[in-house]
């Protein structure tokens, strides 16, 4: 059962957007996506392989409304057609929504422009090597994160931070 989901979050998230890092715990790192590029908000192999680890445990949904006012969060099965049957249904996920594992070693923020998807290191290096190795999933996050030549808004360094303490970095 998750516990104290506003706690949770606010021991975990910092309510910070690109290219601000959010992360508040040090043994944790993170992806990110442009919502916008994909049709699932984040790309199908990132879901599966996040969602696999949850062993027929649900994971719970909130929005950050729902969140603010002490509302429980829903639980889903945990499976991308299950998740986003629920975000579209009555067309919640033009909301802001928080999925996160009842274990609490993971939390996916989904606002309106990135999916940040944040764990244990542990298990995000788990994720990426699911999903063809860092240089594989930093390619797709550069694409969606694409400043341009000289970086100019500092999304390189974003991801850069975003992805500290992964082994195989670029």
Same mark, same amino acid.
């Given at each position: 059962m998750v516990d104290q989901p506003k706690k949770f979050i606010s021991e975990t998230l910092l309510p910070d957007y690109p290219p601000k890092v959010p992360l508040l715990k040090a043994n944790w790192s993170g992806l990110a996506f442009d919502r916008n590029?994909?049709?699932?908000?984040?790309?199908?192999?990132?879901?599966?392989?996040?969602?696999s &680890? !949850?062993?027929?445990s649900e994971v719970a949904v909130i929005s950050f409304?729902?969140?603010?006012?002490?509302i429980l969060p829903v639980f889903v099965q945990p499976d991308r057609e299950s998740l986003l049957a629920y975000l579209g249904h009555d067309f919640r996920f033009t909301a802001d929504h928080y999925v996160f594992s009842q274990e609490q070693n993971w939390i996916c923020r989904l606002d309106q422009d990135v999916?940040?998807?944040?764990?244990e290191?542990?298990?995000?290096?788990?994720?990426?090597?699911c999903c063809d190795? &860092? !240089?594989s999933v930093m390619k797709i996050m550069s694409h969606d994160f694409d400043s341009g030549p000289n970086d100019e808004c500092g999304l390189e360094k974003y991801?850069?931070?975003?992805?500290?303490?992964?082994?195989?970095?670029a």
């Open positions: 590029v994909h049709s699932d908000l984040a790309p199908a192999n990132v879901w599966d392989a996040l969602l &680890f !949850e062993d027929n409304r729902d969140l603010e006012m002490d999916t940040l998807i944040a764990g290191t542990k298990l995000i290096q788990q994720l990426v090597n190795g &860092f !240089e991801l850069i931070n975003l992805t500290r303490g992964l082994i195989n970095r």
